[in-house]
């Protein structure tokens, strides 16, 4: 009889240790199937599991214009010498009993507008002048900056490295525009010279650097 109850409580023994083993497999297993279910995390800068989705930010080789509203237009056009008497009129800027050969474009519109970065770059600097306000110019290359005046609600610092196509301020109204509308004056360089930017939208970065 002890012979039978000891083999008995040998295979009870046996019996409990193979359930806990089993038991213990079936939890890892089931931590690796939970496991690979779970999206990759990552820690944030204020080290706070989210989410991470990578911003990469990207540039067409098309410049686009410094404005995303449709209801934006020309208000003076870059003086060009060799364009017709009519034109070269329309580019003069008259201030302060001074007349001033447009350097850039004026972009207008009865309302505000965004002012948006035309290409990838780095803010290189932002100053105010008594004309055209707050100013503020983007390198693009080495050859290439854009410049945007007569802003107010600036976002970006120097240093910033802005996208294209990013908003960097808002238009406000010009203190030489006798309309009174809302102006963008825009002005571009290509190698130190200013270049019509309305020409600029045809051409493509390539083709700048």
Do not use: R, W
Request: charged share 20%.
């Amino acid at each position: 009889m002890k012979k039978y109850s000891g083999l008995f409580i040998g295979i009870l023994y046996f019996g409990i240790f193979g359930i806990m083993l089993l038991s213990v497999l079936l939890v890892i297993n089931g931590v690796k199937n939970y496991v690979k279910d779970i999206e990759p995390v990552n820690y944030t800068i204020d080290d706070i599991f989210s989410d991470i989705t990578p911003v990469v930010k990207t540039q067409t080789d098309n410049i686009i214009k410094p404005y995303l509203s449709d209801s934006v237009s020309v208000g003076k056009y870059f003086y060009d010498y060799q364009s017709d008497k009519t034109k070269q009129e329309d580019s003069i800027i008259f201030f302060k009993n001074t007349y001033i050969q447009n350097t850039g474009v004026d972009y207008v519109s009865n309302d505000d507008f965004d002012v948006v970065s035309i290409l990838d770059g780095e803010v290189i600097s932002i100053d105010n002048n008594e004309i055209y306000g707050n100013i503020i110019t983007i390198k693009h290359n080495d050859n290439l900056k854009s410049v945007y005046c007569n802003v107010s609600d600036v976002i970006v610092n120097v240093g910033y490295k802005v996208s294209q196509g990013e908003i960097i301020a808002t238009s406000t109204q010009s203190k030489i525009d006798e309309s009174n509308k809302s102006t963008l004056h825009f002005e571009v360089y290509y190698k130190g010279n200013a270049i019509d930017p309305e020409k600029l939208y045809t051409l493509t970065v390539s083709e700048l650097e």
